[in-house]
């Protein structure tokens, strides 16, 4: 509510109460009709059923009138405003969030912004990778638009929802809904709309996992089962258990591990770590490596030819992953 209408709203109780009390004073009329007659006045309806006999009563009348009548009509008038404005920029909004949608390509769809959801959101905001949530709870939908998140109204399991946030043009789509079946279906719409995109699925169930799997899912990802064994580690392999947070935790400077794909143009391409001189160059470990084919290579030989499109799991200090980034990339 803007700080006009506050105020408007403000004084209008302020007359309200200072003449409902005058007319109890003045007339001697109850508190109930003293209120019932001011309200009549500045509504200026006017059933004359009530009127002050007294001079001052009428006095306060004109001053009703002169006032109170033109506060309550402005306070009104600026109500008008705010709602006919709000309903303008949310309309606007939409607008502008349905074009910024179809400009995108190679993007994420998000079906469902729960607890789960709105981390991964803010995950791949952090980024800078594109993507649009699909959620059909109003007030969410609003929250994540404040915080600049480009966002569909819709159902997920609705196949215009997934054609809105662009699945023909979208690289993955990430099906965090409340239960399996949900899930489920928007796996098989997807697949039947884009049968190349891929499919990241949250699993409710052990049991469903093999269902989600079967329907079209790249992956599936229990987070019960994950938070179950990370607190088995904390008992068990604590010392490990720092390690991973270390090198997942964004805000951790100290050490890092990353994945960084090898590009088209990258000068290291064809040569052996040996001769790409990682470690030396960027300081930098090479842990695994996962080959376009899916196999992955954990812990490579000195020996190991670095191809094309291969992922490479780095470990080291933030900063200098940049610089492998860019040496992978082709930069």
Known sequence: MSRHLLIAFAILAFIVFVGAFAFHVIEGWSYFDSLYFTFVTLSTVGYGDMYPMTREGKIEVLMLIVFGVG????????????????????????????????????????????????????????????????????????????????????????DRSLMAAGIDRARGVVCVLPTDAQNLYVILTAKELNPRIFVLSRSEEQ???????????????????????????????????????????????????????????????????????????????????KKVTGQMVFNPQAGYVIDRGDKLIALGENDKMRGLARALGGE
């Open 71 to 158: 506060t309550m009509f402005y306070a009104i008038v600026t109500l008008a405003e705010t709602m006919v404005e709000k309903q303008v920029m949310f309309v606007l909004g939409r607008g502008r969030q349905r074009k910024m949608i179809e400009k995108l390509k190679d993007h994420f769809i998000i079906c469902g912004c729960g607890r789960i959801g709105g981390l991964i959101a803010r995950e791949l905001a952090q980024e800078r990778v594109p993507f649009v949530i699909i959620e059909k709870n109003g007030e969410v939908v609003r929250d994540l638009e404040q915080r600049g998140y480009l966002c569909h109204q819709g159902d997920a399991v609705d």
């Open 207 to 289: 049991a469903s996992e093999h269902r989600l799997l079967r329907a079209g899912a790249d992956r599936v990802i229990s987070p019960y089962l994950l938070g179950g064994m990370r607190m088995a580690m904390a008992i068990l392999r604590p010392a490990m258990l720092d390690f991973i947070e270390i090198t997942t935790d964004r805000q951790s400077l100290d050490l890092r591990m990353e994945e960084i794909s090898v590009g088209e143009g990258s000068p290291l391409a064809g040569l052996t770590l040996e001769k790409a001189e990682i470690r030396q160059r960027f300081g930098l470990i090479i842990v695994a490596v």
